[in-house]
């Protein structure tokens, strides 16, 4: 069981990226995915999950009108569409998925046993 992120780098304020995460060795289309975040110093972030239950969408209010998360069950994988960047957004981020549906982000942080290695976003003023 693996989950692969990629697509973190170095942009300007106001810039884009997508970040994609791959899962491999598990049913991904029956997996809750989330994207979680940690600046240096800071605690882990949820920033956005896709529901296996029905397919909705949640995101924390930091991100929400600039991120959009998204799925390719076929590719096994969920993407995470970041516009309108901030220097705030800058951190390490992380997919994660749950064996069971989930409907938000908060209080849910252990129900993610399966852990990307992360990638980096800076965002540069």
């Known amino acids: 069981v693996q989950l692969q992120a990629s697509g973190g780098g170095l942009v300007q304020a106001g810039g884009s990226l997508r970040l994609s995460c791959v899962g491999s060795?598990?049913?991904?289309?029956?997996?809750?995915i989330g994207w979680f975040r940690q600046a240096p110093g800071k605690d882990t972030e949820g920033v956005s999950c896709i529901s296996s239950g029905d397919g909705g969408t949640y995101y924390a209010d930091s991100v929400k009108g600039r991120f959009a998360i998204s799925s390719d069950n076929a590719k096994n994988t969920v993407y995470l569409q970041m516009n309108s960047l901030k220097p705030e957004d800058t951190a390490k981020y992380y997919c994660?998925?749950?064996?069971?549906?989930?409907?938000?982000?908060?209080?849910?942080?252990?129900?993610?046993?399966?852990w990307g290695q992360g990638t980096l976003v800076t965002v540069s003023s």
């Open positions: 060795g598990f049913a991904f289309a029956d997996y809750t």
């Open positions: 994660a998925a749950a064996a069971k549906p989930l409907y938000g982000l908060d209080g849910f942080l252990e129900s993610f046993t399966v």
